[in-house]
């Protein structure tokens, strides 16, 4: 098998706070293992192509997951969320991106493999049962799943006044350095 860019994202996305189902989707669309149309159709499979998502273009890995408007919807209101600016190039470089305290880069990071798993969500539903999420609903379900992830790290803010602000909006518990006990020494 050819290899990937390599990177730290393997370490990064697997985590005991980030269900693994849903760091498996991010790992397979880093690997160029998703199976949308794309993919499908290179494997053998005669199929019309459609991304099920805006209903627009052809669905590709690219596509649906960093240019269709659904995703690029998703991807602005994380930027907005924590007022960074994700690199949506390639699935490995909206990762290695995170920047910030050690809380901050752990709930980024999962704000990114939960988006990720969450378009992929609704593209299956919308395939598979035509519903379709609308963007408000998906927003909330990475928003509910961030909060879980969040608050089951034991990664530590840092003292940044505009982190502790971050993390409370998404009631996330911050969790703080714990400091030395000062002992008195006579």
Known sequence: ???????????????????????????????NRMPSN??????????????????????????????CSFATAIWDWLNYQFQIIIDTSSAANMILAAKGSAQMKHLIISAVVLAVN??????????SQDKYLHLPQAINKIKSFLTLAGNSSLAVAGSSLNDFSIIRSLKVQVN??????????N
């Open 1 to 31: 098998m050819p290899q990937t860019e390599s990177g730290n994202w393997c370490n990064l996305i697997w985590s005991s706070s980030i269900p693994p189902s849903k760091s498996f989707t991010l790992w397979r669309l880093i690997n």
């Open 38 to 67: 794309e993919n499908l159709q290179a494997r053998g499979c005669v199929l019309a192509s459609k991304c099920n998502l805006c209903k627009v273009q052809v669905e590709s890995s690219k596509h649906l997951f960093l240019s």
């Open 118 to 127: 969450t378009i992929w969500y609704c593209r299956n539903l919308s395939r």
């Open 176 to 185: 703080y350095r714990k400091y030395p006990r000062i002992l008195e020494v």
